[in-house]
């Protein structure tokens, strides 16, 4: 207490300047419209800068938050395009009488190889959320795998950048289907073998899942070509594809269950 007393003691003559000016210009402010709108827009400007700051720092720290609610919203819109695409009426969705083909589960990567032959991704969703085997991974891109072990909490999908995968695809174009398979070299790029000479391809052409099976419904993502040749037998294609997912950095993954899978192949 003793050191503020000698601190006000010592500088009365500032403080006391710096209170008559302070008088001075609320005085100045009050009376005079123009000096009081100046004042007020810049104390806008000042508290609106501290907010958006403020702001800013709150959306940062409730990124992981705002990036679940995305998600969800993209497994439901997913869901939706899906089953739209099975339906015979692909303008209109009603899913309070349509019947859900393919349900959608988000999970996160907890592992994910692209350097070895056989590559694999490690899922954090496993029986416990209902993932099976023979379960299809996508992301917002394209492909991403098939779901080939479960445990209680985890799941482990075998990679398209493995020599052991094979997986329908198509020509978005046409319907002339190949095999997507992968020959162990680049991560960038994998090989759609058994295409038909006689089908019209063109660098830059999409490439995409030919849904003839029970894993991917039609139509989704996998690249772009990028070049091809005529196998040794001159009957067929192998193209190459330079996939649209970097598959060195995969982060959330959406599992696809299609619901009708039991009985079709009981057929």
Do not use: C
């Not at 094979?166 to 960038?188: F, Q, V």
């Amino acid at each position: 207490m003793q050191q503020i007393l000698n601190f006000v003691i010592r500088n009365k003559t500032f403080l006391l300047f710096l209170l008559l000016f302070s008088i001075a210009l609320a005085l100045t402010i009050q009376s005079h419209s123009y000096h009081r709108s100046k004042f007020i827009n810049s104390a806008n400007g000042l508290t609106g800068g501290v907010y958006s700051t403020i702001n800013s720092v709150d959306k940062y720290f409730n990124l992981k938050t705002e990036n679940d609610i995305l998600s969800e919203e993209n497994k439901r819109l997913r869901e939706q395009l899906f089953n739209r695409n099975t339906t015979t009426d692909s303008s209109f969705i009603d899913t309070t009488y349509s019947k859900s083909i393919y349900r959608v589960t988000i999970a996160d990567v907890y592992k994910n190889s692209y350097s070895s032959t056989n590559n694999y991704l490690t899922l954090n969703k496993g029986r416990n959320d209902s993932i099976k085997e023979d379960f299809g991974v996508i992301t917002s891109k394209g492909i991403i795998g098939i779901i080939d072990n479960t445990s209680n909490n985890y799941s482990r999908a075998l990679s398209i950048l493995n020599t052991r995968s094979r997986i329908n695809a198509k020509l978005k174009s046409t319907n002339h289907i190949g095999s997507l398979t992968w020959n162990g070299e680049s991560p960038i790029y994998a090989q759609l073998e058994d295409v038909s000479q006689f089908a019209p391809v063109k660098i830059g052409d999409t490439i995409q899942t030919g849904g003839q099976s029970s894993i991917f419904p039609k139509g989704i993502g996998i690249g772009t070509i990028s070049s091809f040749e005529s196998d040794i037998s001159g009957d067929t294609y192998t193209i190459q594809v330079k996939l649209f997912n970097d598959m060195t950095n995969i982060g959330t993954v959406y599992i696809l269950e299609n619901l009708d899978r039991n009985e079709i192949l009981n057929l």
